[in-house]
């Protein structure tokens, strides 16, 4: 059975924290590591760890070096710019492609460069 789609809107911060918090155990328990193996490798205290976990917070340096400690960075993809063209700069763009190729070996009275 698939998961149920989150409303985010719908919680509060602390039911978010809560949520990232679980999110963070979870993929501690399946990966066999203690909290302290990951506070170690992140170089943060246990302590930290646990409070993450717990929904109590924590800086959002913290949160990044545990997610990459524990190689779930790619959660973090939501935040990826995409950078988009509109149709007139694209347009521009077209215009400004050239259109014929010049032959760069010649001098100006049409002899060849022999380099």
């Known amino acids: 059975m698939g998961k149920a789609s989150i409303d985010w809107y719908s919680m509060s911060d602390k039911g978010v924290l ?5 999110f963070i155990q979870e993929t501690r328990l399946q990966q066999n590591k203690t909290q ?3 506070a170690d490798s992140a170089g943060i205290n246990r302590s930290t760890v646990g409070q993450i976990e717990k929904g109590n ?6 949160l990044l070096q545990i997610l990459r400690v524990l190689e779930q960075l790619p959660v973090l993809q939501s935040f990826e710019i995409e950078q988009k063209i509109s149709p007139l700069q694209l347009a521009k ?3 400004q492609k050239r ?3 010049r032959n760069s070996d010649t001098s100006n009275n049409g002899t060849k460069v022999n380099w």
Request: net charge neutral; no cysteine.
């Open 18 to 22: 809560n949520l990232i918090g679980q």
């Open 36 to 38: 302290q193996q990951v």
């Open 57 to 62: 917070g924590g800086t959002l340096l913290s």
């Open 93 to 95: 763009l077209e215009q």
């Open 99 to 101: 259109q014929r190729a």
